[in-house]
């Protein structure tokens, strides 16, 4: 909507006509009030000041959080981001106001996380491949030749017999070896594949449930080990505390935050000669520690306002967003070759504890 200075719309989106159930021409020189509250008088002696008294007064953006009645005069919650129009001698003459359906921006917050938790398996998929062809390569291999000794045996190849003596192995070992490896691998692909679906369901589970942080992020970087750069070039230190309390959480809310540092850690790692990642859990009287160092190049922190932001900044800021719900703070201090990552999470709040 635009909307003068003396609260007239001047202009309103079809969308607004489509929540009020006014055709467009009734909006029209219309107050601001009769539309988003069908109210007959001012704004007068509510619950909340009037935003456009103050951005006018102020000229500075603003948003506030409303109820406005639809058609059926059901009360919604909105937010409303307001946008003052100065004149040249800087007046705020007309103002922008864009107004926000809460329970749909919820839903839409909701279906994009849950997008961008399955876009960093998506980005691990191709370590996930490599490690499960490694044992499938084995099984295949060794399936061939057991395969093979088993034909042979069965025909009773001379050829075969010489082999055994000169091995000093009967082919029954060697069936039995093909064998036992082919167990082992097979063992290894179903752990990779249920690791995977477990994964899979608890980033979509969206209810709170009582957490081990410390069995979360066990589960975290085993996961990780699909990234062949921390598999095999990164030197590991954990140090994780099981008997850490209980928190009443969102599973993906710590996944997704531990996991955006770790992997901002494996980039930071990346670019230095030394290449040491150490994890620590550990809790006090009222809170939860998690902390994360790395050996890396020298951490930058994520800029305010409206910047173009880069993967790095993005993940460190939705880690901040994700972990807002628990009171937690999230702390870096960055030097070359020594980054420290520290998530302060209370468990003890209001007097409760999450035991």
């Known amino acids: 909507m635009v909307i003068n200075s003396d609260y007239r719309v001047l202009y309103a989106s079809p969308l607004i006509s489509k929540l009020t159930g006014l055709p467009g021409g009734e909006i029209y020189n219309k107050f601001c009030y009769q539309i988003l509250h069908?109210?007959?008088?001012?704004?007068?002696?509510?619950?909340?000041?009037?935003?456009?008294?103050?951005?006018?007064k102020s000229r500075k953006p603003l948003q506030s959080f409303q109820s406005c009645l639809n058609a059926k005069k059901e009360a919604?919650?909105?937010?409303?981001?307001?946008?003052?129009?100065?004149?040249?001698?800087?007046?705020a003459v007309q103002i922008i106001c864009v107004?926000?359906?809460?329970?749909?921006?919820?839903?839409?917050?909701?279906?994009?996380?849950?997008?961008?938790r399955f876009a960093v398996m998506g980005e691990l998929s191709h370590g996930i491949a490599h490690n499960l062809n490694t044992p499938l390569s084995a099984v295949m291999a060794r399936g061939e030749m057991l395969v093979e000794r088993l034909r042979k045996l069965k025909e009773g190849d001379r050829e075969g017999?010489?082999?055994?003596?000169?091995?000093?192995?009967?082919?029954?070992?060697?069936?039995?070896?093909?064998?036992?490896?082919?167990?082992?691998?097979?063992?290894?692909l179903s752990e990779i594949i249920r690791n995977m679906m477990q994964k899979g369901i608890q980033e979509g589970e969206e209810t709170p449930q009582m957490l081990n942080l410390s069995y979360l992020?066990?589960?975290?970087?085993?996961?990780l080990e699909s990234d062949m750069k921390f598999k095999h070039e990164i030197k590991k230190r954990y140090f994780l505390d099981e008997s850490i309390p209980y928190i009443n959480g969102v599973y993906?809310?710590?996944?997704?935050?531990?996991?955006?540092?770790?992997?901002?850690?494996?980039?930071?790692?990346?670019?230095?000669?030394?290449k040491e990642l150490t994890i620590t859990s550990k809790y006090n009287k009222n809170n939860i520690y998690i902390k994360i160092h790395d050996t890396g190049v020298e951490t930058k922190k994520a800029p305010q306002g409206h910047q173009s932001l880069t993967p790095r900044e993005r993940r460190l800021n939705q880690a901040h967003e994700l972990l807002k719900p628990y009171d937690a703070e999230l702390t870096i201090r960055s030097e070359p070759h020594d980054n420290l990552y520290t998530i302060r999470i209370p468990y003890k709040r209001g007097g409760n504890t999450n035991k």
């Open 38 to 56: 069908q109210r007959k008088d001012p704004c007068e002696g509510m619950m909340y000041s009037c935003p456009l008294r103050e951005i006018m």
């Open 217 to 223: 992020l066990k589960e975290e970087l085993q996961f």
């Open 252 to 274: 993906f809310h710590f996944s997704q935050s531990f996991t955006n540092i770790i992997r901002n850690a494996i980039e930071s790692i990346d670019q230095s000669e030394v």
């Open 161 to 188: 017999e010489k082999e055994r003596e000169v091995s000093f192995e009967s082919k029954l070992d060697k069936n039995i070896r093909d064998a036992e490896v082919i167990v082992a691998n097979a063992m290894k």
């Open 99 to 116: 107004v926000n359906n809460l329970d749909e921006l919820s839903k839409m917050k909701s279906e994009l996380g849950r997008l961008y």
């Open 76 to 91: 919604l919650p909105f937010a409303v981001d307001f946008y003052p129009l100065q004149s040249e001698d800087g007046k």
